[in-house]
């Protein structure tokens, strides 16, 4: 027979005692077991007592977390928490060096838990804490204590890191700068400074004066790696809660002092392998860096602005210039206007009369301005090579530049995720992104001439242009999910990966497709189909036969009333009745009101229920008619209306009275729960199968054999 719910059987250690093994009541309150236990060891004052695990974060068991208590848990009796923090109030105010240091380095294990921390914190521990630091006499081992219990103590919130003083940040500060400082006591500093940052923005610019980028870099460049990794952490909080100014201007200065080729060494092409939390900084700082170019991205072209006429006119003029002998300023400007229309053209615009309009769409914006300036100065006999051979080319088999220069600045921008907030958990970052200046405009560079590879390897015309931007976007994404090193190799893979090479890819990933559309295998799930309905109706009734609370919608809707619908165990009659709030589940016999099965009539949803039909004046809630159904009823047809708390709930309402009245169901979930079943039961099929094509006809049933002399005869055997 199996224990009760709430008993658990534990062991409780003392030192100097033999353990005691107990059947723990978790419904006797937590100071009856204490007293049970001292008893048992005939300790006096069980109040002075507490009990918490013996092993890990060795946790004070109190009434709020003692339902976590396990099975098998072994636990240890000790000092109460209110009494430890007491203790250890008075020993770090001790004048005695050995009692000192004893006592700040329990207290920074013990600040780890919360009811500690609370004791301690309401004694007014943490001045006390705040003096140390401030006065500045202890150093070493009894610092590095002091500040491990400060962090872990204000990890719980009941103290706003505003409250700190200018003196004690500004000795933190000190910590950082100075050379002569123990590591340790250097990556709690850093670690304090990290989480203070984003609490406000006047300890974010007290930490950004004092702490220079200089010095930020030193660290960073330091051998030891946990140092290394508490300074990027401070890097990372500080510019994520800069400003957009202040942000461009420390990623500028960050660039001056080559941060970006010392992480390409030194951090990712380290010895040691990269660790999660670095992982998780290389990304952020990554994202800030790229999300630079969001301004750009988001802005459109200015057909008033003299100097982004000036870039665009660079792109043709670049181009164009040494083909024309004589100088434009000989033209009429009819004549000049019409040269520049044909020239423009020629470069991919799709209004050659106006080029700014193209550039209006933002995104991309000015990036893709910026991004084809950038190709023609850097690049100029490739952007050369681009536009005069699709130059010469038809028409209708031309690569229009301009066109594909803001899609593909586009497509890079939603691959990047330039303009969206950074993930607090990911860790995605590429390596070449650290391996090259000026990365976003490099990889355009590289992925533009590739555009025009593609549209020649796909003998594309202009009506196949979103067919090779499709193309080209997949070749970026596949090479990039490699995670090339450098953008020299992820040109080298990227230039591989051609048109028949992703026709290939295409072709395996289909087939691997088709194998669960084989024609046996859609045999097998139409098989199936009926078994797995008739358990979405189980799943259906049951959740009826459990009820749910509805709201009544009112004009007034301050005084909703509540009200409560479940079906009878016997799928015979549906009860309901009012209800008062906060009542979970009430039973079936306190439901007055019922409806037998029998005299349903028929389900209404939305529009056609009676009761969206009142209250369909002025602004009719589009959420209330997609939750709304009723039931049609007796032989007047009454209804019941109905109002669901979630469109999860409406869908199984709907599906389970439909059941009920013998109809199929029809809400998106039954296909959502069919889909998902039929994948599991096929692929738990087919496992045996894996690797071995399916025929779509079945084996040829061999012929029978021409005799059957091979039976035994148990005749024989009887005699």
């Known amino acids: 027979m199996p224990p009760p719910k709430d008993v658990v059987k534990i062991a409780i250690q003392m030192v100097g005692a033999i353990p005691q093994l107990i059947e723990l009541q978790q419904t006797k309150p937590l100071a009856s077991v204490l007293k049970d236990v001292c008893d048992a060891w005939s300790l006096p004052n069980a109040e002075r007592y507490a009990l918490q695990y013996a092993d890990g974060r060795q946790t004070y068991i109190t009434e709020s977390n003692r339902r976590d208590i396990k099975n098998g848990s072994i636990l240890r009796l000790t000092t109460s928490p209110d ?25 920074a294990g013990l600040s780890q838990d919360v009811t500690f921390a609370q004791e301690f914190i309401s004694r007014n521990g943490l001045k006390q804490i705040y003096s140390i630091v401030e006065e500045g006499n202890d150093t070493g081992e009894m610092l590095a204590h002091t500040l491990k219990a400060f962090t872990e103590l204000m990890e719980h919130d009941f103290v706003s890191w505003e409250n700190l003083s200018t003196v004690f940040i500004k000795k933190i500060v000190s910590y950082v700068n100075m050379n002569a400082v123990d590591a340790s006591i250097q990556q709690l500093s850093l670690s304090i400074l990290e989480n203070m940052v984003p609490t406000s923005r006047l300890l974010f610019e007290l930490v950004k004066k004092e702490v220079t980028m200089d010095r930020l870099l030193t660290h960073l460049q330091a051998t030891n790696a946990e140092l290394q990794l508490k300074a990027m952490a401070l890097l990372i909080a500080l510019l994520l809660s800069a400003t957009d100014t202040e942000r461009r201007d420390m990623m500028d200065y960050l660039r001056e002092k080559n941060l970006r080729q010392f992480i390409h060494k030194n951090i990712i092409h380290s010895s040691e392998p990269l660790g999660d939390e670095m992982a998780h900084y290389l990304y952020v700082l990554q994202s800030v860096s790229l999300n630079l170019c969001e301004h750009r991205m988001k802005t459109s072209m200015d057909p008033y602005s003299q100097e982004q006429r000036d870039l665009l006119q660079s792109l043709r003029q670049t181009a164009f210039e040494s083909e024309s002998e004589v100088p434009t300023g000989s033209f009429s400007t009819e004549r000049r206007r019409s040269l520049c229309a044909k020239e423009f053209r020629k470069l991919g615009f799709m209004n050659n009369s106006n080029p700014a309009e193209d550039l209006r769409r933002a995104p991309p914006g000015l990036l893709a301005l910026d991004n084809m300036v950038y190709f023609s100065r850097n690049t100029p006999n490739a952007y050369s090579r681009f536009v005069l051979e699709n130059s010469s080319r038809e028409d209708k088999h031309e690569c229009p530049f301009a066109r594909s220069s803001i899609q593909l600045t586009l497509i890079l921008c939603e691959i990047l995720h330039i303009g969206e907030p950074c993930s607090e958990t990911a860790q995605a970052f590429y390596p070449m992104f650290f391996g090259q200046d000026h990365f976003f405009e490099e990889l355009f560079c590289i992925c533009i001439q590739l555009v025009n590879k593609t549209w020649k390897e796909m003998r594309a015309t202009q009506e196949d242009f979103d067919k090779v931007m499709q193309v080209v976007r997949e070749q970026i994404t596949r090479t990039l999910s490699l995670k090339p090193t450098s953008l020299e190799l992820f040109k080298t893979r990227v230039n591989a990966l051609n048109y028949s090479e992703i026709l ?27 078994e797995l309905l008739e358990l979405i109706r189980q799943q259906r009734l049951l959740h009826l036969c459990e009820g749910t609370l509805f709201r009544k919608i009112s004009s007034r809707r301050r005084q909703d009333k509540l009200w409560y619908c479940r079906l009878s165990p016997n ?51 589009k959420d209330v008619l997609e939750l709304a159904f009723s039931i049609v009823h007796d032989m007047e047809e009454y209804c019941l209306n109905f109002i669901a708390p979630t469109r999860y709930e409406f869908c199984l309402w709907t599906d389970g009275l439909n059941v009920l009245l013998g109809k199929e169901m029809t809400s998106e979930r039954t296909q959502t729960d069919l889909d998902v079943l039929l994948s599991m039961e096929l692929k738990l099929r087919l496992l045996d199968l894996e690797n071995i094509s399916i025929p779509d006809n079945p084996p040829p049933v061999p012929k029978p054999p021409s005799n059957l002399n091979f039976c035994y005869d148990f005749s024989h055997a009887e005699q």
């Open 83 to 107: 009494q430890e923090a007491q203790r250890l109030y008075t020993g770090i105010q001790s004048k005695n060096v050995d009692v000192k240091t004893d006592s700040l380095k329990k207290l």
């Open 504 to 530: 290939k890819l295409r072709q395996t990933e289909r087939l691997h497709q088709e194998e669960t559309l084989a024609v046996p295998v859609l045999e097998l799930r139409e098989k199936l189909k009926p």
């Open 571 to 621: 799928h015979k009659v549906l009860h309901y009745g009012d209800v008062e709030e906060g009542v979970q589940s009430p039973p079936i016999e306190s439901l007055p009101e019922k409806i037998p099965v029998a005299d349903m009539k028929m389900l209404l949803v939305g529009k056609e229920c009676p009761h969206t039909k009142e209250k369909s004046s002025g602004k009719q809630n």
